[in-house]
């Protein structure tokens, strides 16, 4: 999608309507900065507002999404395009996720890893010694939690036995045991738990 020329159909159609930015952030109960942004292509308007947005300006969602006014003849063609372009942003933002995930887990390893050597070889055995040990093992945690939650936000996990794809909530995911991003998973159609392997293409 292309947000700029997005924002110049909004401004236009905004205008048509003689509406300000003021009275249409009023209408919509959201602030006049953020119709700002959306016009001047920075943000896009959130999924909750958009019918009431394109009822507002007397204008379709495929309309707003393509950033322009939209004949009947084209209109399948502008549908299908559109459901292609939305399916390869979100394949590509998935796939940054992905990579943002094992990122952040081999840094933190890396980080994990020395952060032992260096309690190992330059703090004297004793106390202080196990409170870094430990120190350590909580930083490492902390973007392994957050890791796991990129992991859970993307794609699903397919069940060996019947093929379904399983979307665990962040806490089902927490308790199951796990070899890489492989889970131990219950799956809610074939009832059977069984290794789950995560999949990202859903």
């Known amino acids: 999608m292309d947000q700029l020329k997005i924002g110049k159909f909004i401004a236009n159609c905004r205008k048509a309507k003689g509406l300000t930015q003021m009275q249409l952030s009023e209408k919509l109960g959201i602030t006049d900065k953020a119709i700002s942004k959306w016009e001047r292509g920075v943000a896009m308007p959130d999924t909750s507002i ?3 947005l394109c009822d507002i300006l007397g204008i379709s969602v495929n309309e707003l999404l393509s950033g322009e006014k939209i004949n009947m003849e084209n209109n399948d063609q502008k549908n299908e395009q559109l459901l292609i372009n ?3 942003e979100i394949e590509q933002k998935n796939k940054t996720i992905w990579f943002s995930m094992w990122a952040i887990m081999i840094v933190s390893m890396v980080g ?5 050597a260096v309690c190992a070889y330059l703090i004297p055995e004793g106390v202080w010694q196990l409170i870094a040990i430990i120190g350590i093992c909580i930083l490492f945690l902390i973007p392994c939690f957050y890791a796991l939650k990129l992991e859970v936000s993307v794609g ?7 093929g379904h794809e399983i979307v665990p909530t962040y806490t089902q995911a927490l308790n199951a045991m796990h070899a890489g991003t492989t889970r131990y998973l219950k799956c809610p159609k074939c009832n059977k738990r069984s290794w789950c392997k995560k999949v990202i293409n859903k």
């Open 50 to 52: 958009m019918l009431e």
């Open 86 to 88: 939305l399916s390869k």
């Open 156 to 162: 699903a996990y397919k069940c060996k036995n019947c």
């Open 112 to 116: 994990l890893i020395g952060g032992l």
